[in-house]
């Protein structure tokens, strides 16, 4: 099991806002990175650093992240925005990555 | 922009090895670290390990004893072998580069490839 916990599901209106948690012990004290998976295709890299954007990825995807809580935060959802999307941590004391569970947007 | 594409067999039997390799175009492994990510049917991701060029490597502690991640600097790959597979294993494998100063991410993902473990 995995020491970050996102909800399984989130689901909004198209041109609505979708916000994904990811709840972790002082999370606010790493870095955070998030993917979005689309079904059948790899993880891509939306958010890292808490907030910054890969070049390609629109600004309607932002982070934050403070105390034991991380988001993402899509705004003006679009259809095309439907996927599952994780969270990751890198571990400092251990030197490793870790995976939230991840959530599934589906786009009503 | 650097380009990743695992190859290996889609099929292992149980309690055999588990062979992949990733080949790296558009840069150098001879830079950042290079990762193997899994993700079991229908579940999440799973981080297996990752290198760097010289030949340093991280595991997985619940998956350390059976494996091992290596670089071939010449061919510009790193591969992973996974020894004693079970059905546990199935799973789709992806490499990845890892990028970052402090705090580290996944910047750039091979396609994955299935791997099923059966006889």
């Known amino acids: 099991s995995s020491v970050l916990t996102q909800p399984p599901s989130v689901s909004v209106a198209p041109g609505q806002t979708a916000r994904f948690t990811c709840g972790g012990n002082?999370?606010?004290?790493?870095?955070v990175s998030w993917y979005q998976q689309k079904p059948g295709q790899a993880p891509v890299l939306v958010i890292y650093?808490?907030?910054d954007r890969p070049s390609g990825i629109p600004e309607r995807f932002s982070g934050s992240n403070s105390g034991n809580t991380a988001t993402l935060t899509i705004s003006r959802v679009e259809a095309g925005d439907e996927a599952d999307y994780y969270c990751?941590?890198?571990?400092?004391?251990?030197?490793?990555?870790?995976f939230g569970g991840g959530a599934m947007l589906t786009v009503l | 922009q650097v380009q990743l594409q695992e190859s290996g067999p889609g099929l292992v039997k149980p309690s055999e090895t588990l062979s992949l390799t990733c080949t790296v175009s558009?840069?150098?492994?001879?830079?950042?670290?290079w990762s193997w990510i899994r993700q079991p049917p229908g579940k999440g991701l799973e981080w297996i390990g990752y290198?760097?060029?010289?030949?340093?490597?991280k595991y997985n502690p619940s998956l350390e004893s059976r494996v091992t991640i290596s670089p071939d600097t010449s061919k510009n790959q790193f591969s992973l072998k996974l020894s004693s597979v079970t059905a546990a294993d199935t799973a789709v494998y992806f490499c990845?580069?890892?990028?970052?100063?402090?705090?580290?991410?996944?910047?750039?993902w091979g396609q994955g490839t299935l791997v099923t473990v059966s006889s």
């Open positions: 290198i760097y060029y010289s030949g340093y490597s």
């Open positions: 650093y808490d907030s």
């Open positions: 990751q941590v890198w571990d400092n004391s251990s030197g490793h990555p870790e």
């Open positions: 002082n999370i606010g004290r790493r870095s």
């Open positions: 990845a580069r890892i990028y970052g100063s402090g705090s580290f991410y996944a910047d750039s």
């Open positions: 558009g840069g150098s492994i001879s830079s950042y670290y």
